[in-house]
């Protein structure tokens, strides 16, 4: 089986707990004679592979089928990979492996083929499901909070279930409550009024304005021109622009530019050039 998805969002905790099923135990740390976890960042090489992998997986225990768990495979060396391949063909009456990655297109195409691949997608703001559990995770550990608290706290956690339970203590250390104001205050986020004010702002100005718009919102909330193009595409998705994918299309290249270095300056004033180019 490959896994794959975003971190935070469940990939290690699923494979454990459907463990725990097949095997019949509550071990919290999967101490279990049949079931080896390598987290394959630190324990990457072909050496690794071919030496614990190779020897665990070669021998059987009470005729029981055993299993491998690799953890961050995307984080093998392309050798490596190829020795495990070679590894699940060798033993797969025996053994069973389970590959855990955050990008599948890390793992070679051999390596694929072979696996059933389960995509593990970010959580979301308006899963029910989330919210309820949160609420449990505030009540069972006696924390106050408020909705308008719970469901900042899950939109900037940014779908990473991880981050959003890390946050819930870091919140309720800090300031002994989890509000709106307080999530903000610690995950230094801005108000997501700041950015619907600037984007209806932006909608209705000439282009030298727009600029000056976008320089002193970066400049008086200390926002980063990723971060800025990332929630104003959130508001182009929900808006009624009749251009809106040509938009996105092009707020996707200028975020790759600033991510590969280019001037925050200069692509904070293409946010306004694409903005007033499709605007009508």
């Known amino acids: 089986m490959l896994f794959y998805g ?13 463990c725990r099923k097949i095997y019949n135990t509550k071990s919290p740390n999967l101490s279990i004679p049949n079931v080896i976890e390598l987290n394959a960042s630190d324990e990457r090489g072909i050496k690794t592979i071919r030496e614990s992998v190779k020897q665990f997986a070669s021998t059987t225990l009470d005729g029981k089928l055993k299993l491998v768990i690799l953890d961050e ?5 392309r050798d490596a990979q190829n020795a495990l391949r070679r590894v699940i063909e060798d033993f797969s009456t025996n053994c069973r492996f389970c590959l855990i990655a955050n990008y599948a297109n890390k793992i070679i195409p051999a390596i694929q083929s072979r696996c059933c691949k389960f995509r593990f ?15 449990e995770i505030c009540e ?23 981050k959003l339970v890390n946050d819930i203590e870091g919140v309720y250390k800090a300031y002994g409550k989890i509000t709106k104001e307080n999530v903000l205050l610690l995950s230094n986020t801005v108000d997501l009024s700041v ?21 002193s919102a970066m400049k008086e909330n ?6 800025l193009v990332n929630n104003l595409g959130e508001l182009v998705k929900e808006s009624e622009l ?7 299309n092009e ?7 600033v991510l590969n270095g280019g001037s925050q300056n200069v692509q904070s004033m293409a946010i306004a050039g694409i903005l007033f180019k499709y605007r009508s």
């Open 222 to 227: 200390s926002l980063e021109c990723s971060v």
């Open 195 to 215: 950015y619907e004010l600037l984007f209806y702002d932006l909608l209705r100005n000439n282009l030298v304005k727009m600029v000056q718009l976008i320089h």
């Open 121 to 135: 997608g970010p959580i979301t703001k308006s899963n029910d499901q989330i919210i309820k559990r949160v609420k």
């Open 242 to 248: 009749e251009n809106k994918l040509m938009i996105l």
């Open 73 to 77: 495979a995307d984080s093998m060396s």
């Open 140 to 162: 069972k550990e006696n924390i106050n909070f408020t909705e308008d608290g719970l469901k900042t706290l899950i939109k900037v956690s940014n779908g990473d279930a991880r």
């Open 251 to 257: 707020f996707s290249d200028l975020e790759k530019r």
């Open 6 to 18: 975003p971190p935070g969002t469940g990939k290690t905790t699923a494979i454990r707990a459907l």
